[in-house]
């Protein structure tokens, strides 16, 4: 087992999503893309290579990505909820997954990330 390196980053602030790249790099990690909508992250987690994601919970356009979190949890890839709510905001099924509490920090979003593991080889 080892920390997860191939990020997917679910943003639909390209500010925030930029900053998180910058934070992945520095973290040496990679982002394994870096979308805004359901649709364009469904796609992305259907190419694979992802060994992790962080999600913004509310998208642009009311969409909400819960959808994203069955997905991923349906191939056993872990995740991490970005969100400036509390638990309200979060499908009641995802609730104990972790969270990467806004604004972010580096240190935030290390936290997050080591706390997830993955497997070496899917």
Not at 54 to 59: H, K, T
Not at 79 to 95: K, L
């Amino acid at each position: 087992m080892t920390g997860p390196r191939q990020i997917l980053i679910v943003e639909d602030e390209p500010l925030i999503a930029m900053m998180l790249e910058d934070f992945l790099e520095v973290l040496d990690k990679q982002a394994a893309g870096v979308v805004d909508s359901v649709a364009d992250a469904l796609a992305r987690i259907d190419k694979g290579e992802i060994d992790a994601a962080i999600l913004d919970v509310n998208l642009r356009g009311g969409e909400k990505s819960t959808s994203i979190a069955e997905a991923l949890a349906a191939k056993n890839i872990p995740f991490v909820f970005a969100t400036g709510g509390g638990d309200d905001s979060v499908d009641e099924r995802f609730r104990d997954r972790p969270r990467l509490q806004k604004p972010f920090t580096m240190d935030g979003v290390a936290k997050a990330l080591d706390g997830l593991v993955v497997a070496d080889a899917r």
